[in-house]
């Protein structure tokens, strides 16, 4: 979640895929609409002050200068502050950022959240990050890019080709390994 508020509406369920972008759910934004309604109508006074101060300033000089930078300014801030609150509003819909399945979600109707809190998990299953490791005896013939061999207990007949994407600098100290990831296809 970017925003704070009550979980109002879940869009997506748990098993379902999602593409970048997709909404998950959203987050009340009764408050932040009132506040975008307010904004931009300061922000219409503020451009339209400034438009007329600046026709009087330039076309008639009639005024004072600071009047004119005043109004210029305060259009500014006003326009400056709408698009804030809107970019606001826009985050109280929680969207993907990744494409995947929606492998859990760990909010429900009524949650309250804050900026920071983990509301869903999707999981991108292509490809598939394999993460092992390799004993110190064998590790200088690992190299990035390599090709490997993968096997799984539970597919006792298949094998699998990936190549390594990563290799570890430093031995894990609790299994005296190092570190190694591949890629694979789903």
């Known amino acids: 979640a970017e925003e704070s508020g009550t979980i109002t509406e879940i869009l997506v369920d748990k098993g379902q895929r999602v593409s ?13 609409r009132s506040q975008v309604d307010e ?14 101060r600046k026709r009087l300033w330039e076309e008639d000089r009639v005024g004072s ?7 210029r300014y305060a259009s500014e801030q006003a326009t400056a502050g709408l698009a804030s609150l809107e970019r606001r509003l826009e985050r109280t ?12 979600r760990m909010v429900e109707l009524g949650t309250l959240v804050s900026p920071g809190t983990p509301v869903a998990r999707i999981v ?13 005896r064998f590790a200088p013939d ?13 597919l006792t007949d298949r094998t699998f080709e ?5 290799v570890g600098s430093a031995v894990d100290a609790r299994s005296r390994t190092f570190p190694v990831e591949l890629l694979l296809p789903n």
Do not use: C, Q
């Open 142 to 154: 690992v190299r990035r890019g390599a090709d490997a061999v993968i096997g799984f207990d539970v």
């Open 124 to 136: 991108d299953l292509n490809p598939l990050k394999i993460v092992g490791g390799v004993p110190e």
């Open 39 to 52: 904004a931009r109508a300061r922000a219409a006074l503020a451009a339209e002050t400034w438009t007329r």
């Open 93 to 104: 819909v929680v969207t993907a950022p990744i494409e995947g399945v929606l492998d859990d």
């Open 20 to 32: 970048v972008g997709d909404s998950i759910l959203r987050i009340d934004d009764r408050l932040l």
């Open 162 to 166: 990936a190549a390594v994407s990563f």
């Open 65 to 71: 200068e600071l009047a004119y930078l005043e109004a």
